[in-house]
């Protein structure tokens, strides 16, 4: 049965505010033999992001707003590119951020943090120090365990486009980011343990449970199985997300649907020239906009943020009533959460948000439910879509830990 919860138990910790370790150069991966080179999840390229002592992880985090009560240990974060395949199943590189503990433990906990939308190829964890994402990549890594955070495919260093969203391209730049976690690890002397405990924010809940359902349903991998999804904020209902941007009920809508729309058109082609989407004069700018070189300032800058501004009233109405391809392509998320996880799963988001409405996690929820899986639902407060990711980070910590316990 669903649980709302607005609060879990904290753990203690002690931190205070230090200074930052200087890095190393750059240091090229070993490449191996013709098919460990070609094998997902190989490792292209390693370096060294950040070392920093338990009190410089605390100190970060309080600059972020993030509760830095949790933190243990002092960390080791790697830039890390690596081999997986894109949207239509063809090798490419994807590129991501993994942090491992200073501890002295051998054997650590894993955790997949997998990130919310992002439109510049440098707003990710790998390459943004002070993002949400580096920051809670770097919390999980304090309390003792081993963080694989992917930028997915055509973000960060990797090669491509982002095919925003797609499942295909989602678990394999995942599951490909883990083994080379691994990777890195043994390089270190380390192991990582078979279950992996897996959250993610906005974007990155659906992605969640779509990992959590190829690692434990599928055999997405050979040694990694599913621990503890745990969700936050996520659009679990693709197709009501976008047709609520279409009719501008959702902070952000022309932006989120442009997105989705240039995105899902270079996979799927939901249009046969960007006229027949966007209205002039945006229809010649704004799939340049939309290349992963341009900021959220810029893209703001240059295009309206009402969907009715900016796309025409016929691809509005297609959004709104889906049919063939788009229909055919937006049925697998909306069912991200239909199915039965073996372990227990903890779906956390805030009635504040305006981004992603709190009936999304409801609808998780109720899919969960239906499938008679072990699940709760917390509700981290009426904050927005940004600082909802922020509360429920050391509730997430909180809950791992408890699965953990039990199993």
Known sequence: MTSRRTSIRMLAGAAVLGGVSALPAPVAAAAGPEGERARGGAVVSVERAADLTAEEVAGRLRE?????????????????????????????????LVVLPRNGERRLSAVSWLHGTTVHRKDVASENPKSNDRLVALLFASTGRAVSAPDYVGLGSGEGFHPYGDPRATVAASVDGLRAARTLAHRDGRELKRKVQISGFS??????????????????????????????????????????????????????????????????????????????????????????????AQIVAGLPSASKDL???????????????????????????DWRPTVPVEIFHGRGDKDVDFGHSAH???????????????????????????????RVVAFFDESAKSG
Not at 255 to 278: C, E, Q
Not at 378 to 385: L, Q, Y
Request: hydrophobic content about 35%.
């Open 364 to 394: 998780c929820s109720d899919q969960l439910t239906r499938n008679g899986a072990a699940h709760g639902l917390t509700d981290v407060g009426d904050v927005d879509h940004n600082r909802s990711v922020r509360e429920a980070v050391p």
């Open 64 to 96: 972020g707003k993030i509760e830095s009560d949790q933190v243990r240990h002092g960390v080791t974060a790697y830039r890390v590119v690596y081999r997986t395949t894109d949207s239509a199943g063809a090798p490419t590189t994807a590129s991501q």
């Open 311 to 337: 796309f025409t009233e016929d691809f509005l109405n297609k959004v709104r009533r889906p049919d063939g391809v788009l229909k055919e392509r937006l049925r697998p998320l909306d069912e991200t959460c």
């Open 203 to 296: 974007q990155g809940g659906p992605a969640t449970m779509l990992v959590g359902r190829a690692l434990q349903r599928e055999g997405a991998d050979r040694y990694f199985r599913a621990g503890a999804p745990a969700p936050v904020g996520g659009p679990f209902h693709l197709s009501a997300f976008e047709a609520a941007a279409a009719d501008d009920k959702i902070d952000k809508s022309g932006l989120y649907l442009a997105y989705f729309a240039v995105a899902w058109n270079r996979m799927y082609g939901l249009y046969a020239s960007p006229g027949d989407a966007f209205r002039s004069p945006y229809d010649s700018r704004v799939e340049t906009l939309l290349d992963g070189h341009h900021t959220v």
